[in-house]
Every structure is written in structure tokens, then in C-alpha cells.
């Protein structure tokens, strides 16, 4: 038994195409969050511009923290908002590294303190340049008015994390 199928009509060809829509016009953002997502752009490419295999970005963070003065390893964990385990780890490879060193705390037997070592200096001031290059190699590039805004800018944002 064969099954007869029915064609549908083929549809005209003279009928008028329907232009694709538009799309709509992209509604800005609220300026907190273009801020959000700007320095953390910025600051991701910052963090890649000066990795290295010598030290990592939360490596970096710690040398930094510790360049200003030694910190046990309690404080240098809640500084980075992270667990004591890591923290020992991130010493550990620093130590090993001979970027960090480890001396007695003055006042209690119990604690150790975190020191930068002479090459950990070198390390975080190397790291330092890198990023300052890459920054002013796209700073270089804009106008005198756009350079004038962002020293603006840098002002207002450090204001508006010191509080």
C-alpha cells in the first residue's frame, strides 16, 4: 500500500523580506558598576603583566605586605582574606624561593615573623616596573585632556578607598 503525500503550496517569491531587527540600543550601566568592571579589567592585566615564574600574584601581594614590615603568619593570612593553610604554603614557596625569611617574633617565643629578604626586594621591585611600564606605555598613548581626567580619577579613587 503506498501513502500519497499532499505538497503544501510553494509560497510566492514576489512577497517583501522583513529587515532583521535592530538591536537595541545598549542602555548604559550605573557608574559603579562600569568602575567595578574597569579596575578589576585593569587590575587582572596588571597582575598578568607582571607575573613571572618567579613570583605569582598572591606571592606578589605578600612580599609586598611584608616589604613594608615583618607580619606573622596570622596577619598576613587575615590581610589576604584567606585561610592560614594557604598563607603557609605562599611563605613556604617564598621561603624556598629565599624571597622571604622567618625570625623570631621579639615579644612572644610562640610567633614567627615574615621578612622580605634583599632578592624578594628585587623581586617586588622588578614586578613594580613591569606593571608601571605597561601602564605607561597606555597612558603615553592618550591625550593631554584624557591623562588630565585619569589623574582626576586616580585621586578620587584613592580618596574613596582610604575611607
Known amino acids: 500500500m503506498t501513502l500519497m503525500t499532499q505538497e503544501k503550496p510553494k509560497k510566492s517569491s514576489t512577497t517583501t523580506a522583513v529587515p532583521p531587527a535592530q538591536p537595541k540600543p ?8 562600569e568602575l567595578r568592571i574597569a579596575i578589576m579589567r ?11 615564574d618567579t613570583v605569582s600574584p598572591g606571592q606578589y601581594s605578600v612580599l609586598a605586605a611584608v616589604a613594608r ?30 624571597l622571604v625569611e622567618r625570625t623570631s617574633h ?14 624578594g626586594a628585587a623581586a617586588l621591585s622588578e614586578a613594580r616596573t613591569k606593571r608601571t611600564e ?10 593631554s585632556e584624557d591623562r588630565a581626567v585619569l589623574r582626576r580619577a ?9 575611607k
Not at 545598549?26 to 558598576?33: G, I
Not at 610562640?110 to 622580605?116: A, E, P, S
Not at 605597561?134 to 591625550?143: N, P
Open 154 to 162: 586616580a585621586a578620587i579613587l584613592a580618596e574613596m578607598s582610604a
Open 106 to 119: 621579639p615579644t612572644d617565643g610562640r610567633q614567627v615573623l615574615v621578612g622580605i629578604t634583599g632578592a
Open 134 to 143: 605597561w601602564l605607561a606605555k597606555r597612558v603615553a598613548k592618550l591625550s
Open 69 to 98: 614590615e615583618p607580619m606573622t603568619l596570622r596577619a598576613l593570612a587575615d590581610r589576604e582574606n584567606i585561610a592560614a593553610p594557604s598563607m603557609t604554603r605562599i611563605v613556604n614557596a617564598l621561603e624556598a624561593s629565599k
Open 26 to 33: 545598549r542602555t548604559p550601566a550605573p557608574l559603579p558598576v
Open 42 to 52: 585593569t587590575s587582572r592585566r596588571l597582575r598578568a603583566e607582571a607575573s613571572s
